[in-house]
């Protein structure tokens, strides 16, 4: 069973372009969390999705930041017009049925330019 | 609102030495607690977990206690390995969320550096 797989790894955008983030949850697992690291910071909470709804966005700048979960295929987390305060590293993490416990890929790091 | 506090890093000990990492929170109703662990250039891994009061979790020869009278969740390990240099994060989720939301809350992170 492959864990959560996230690409990019490492995502380099110039200021103004759009960033497209892939998230494909461990098989069976039907929700899904993003989160952002600042450089020396933790981790906030962005979004949680489960399949074609957004649960909870209260994390999420209210502008130029989306995310999605479709019936079929990874879930996206797009960033349009980045600016340098978006470089960071974005974590998404699923969960299975009982939701009580989440599994963490690898991250894209983004860094604007 | 829910919020959580670990000691700050970093923290550096000598192989086979002790450590305690510090982790308090604050949150309404009875959430679980996590401990994560952050390898150089990895993403985050599950270290051990409680979900109720006196609960201990553990695992690698790591240990933490679910403390509701204290509101702590200290990670301890006995005799550290290089291998451990890492940064730990501690983390709560509240079960009295709306819905089924179990999203994360994190500490900082502390960062240790285990030296042979």
């Known amino acids: 069973n492959a864990g959560v797989m996230q690409n990019p790894r490492h995502l380099v955008r110039r200021r103004g372009q759009e960033a497209r983030l892939r998230c494909s949850p461990m098989?069976?697992?039907?929700?899904v969390y993003w989160y952002r690291q600042l450089p020396e910071e933790g981790l906030k909470f962005m979004v949680y999705?489960?399949?074609?709804?957004?649960?909870?966005e209260s994390g999420m700048p209210k502008e130029r930041f989306s995310a999605e979960f479709p019936k079929e295929g990874p879930s996206i987390l797009r960033i349009q017009q980045v600016v340098r305060g978006d470089s960071a590293a974005y974590f998404c993490?699923?969960?299975?049925?009982?939701?009580?416990?989440?599994?963490f890929g690898q991250g894209t790091r983004l860094t604007v330019v | 609102g829910n919020s959580v506090t670990q000691m700050e890093g970093p923290v550096t000990l000598s192989e086979e030495a002790f450590l305690t990492i510090n982790c308090t929170y604050t949150?309404?109703?009875?959430?679980?607690l996590f401990w994560y662990v952050q390898y150089p250039g990895e993403g985050l891994q599950l270290l051990l977990k409680?979900?109720?009061a006196d609960d201990k979790g553990s695992n690698k020869g790591f240990e933490a206690t679910y403390r509701k009278e204290t509101t702590s969740f200290h990670l301890e390990k006995g005799s550290v390995q290089v291998s451990d240099s890492a940064v730990y994060f501690c983390?709560?989720?509240?079960?009295?969320?709306?819905?089924?939301?179990?999203?994360?809350?994190w500490g900082l992170g502390t960062s240790l550096a285990v030296n042979p």
């Open positions: 993490a699923s969960s299975g049925p009982t939701n009580t416990e989440a599994f």
């Open positions: 098989k069976g697992h039907s929700h």
């Open positions: 999705l489960q399949k074609e709804n957004i649960i909870d």
């Open positions: 949150a309404t109703g009875y959430p679980s």
């Open positions: 409680a979900t109720k």
């Open positions: 983390a709560l989720s509240d079960r009295g969320n709306a819905g089924n939301n179990r999203k994360l809350i």
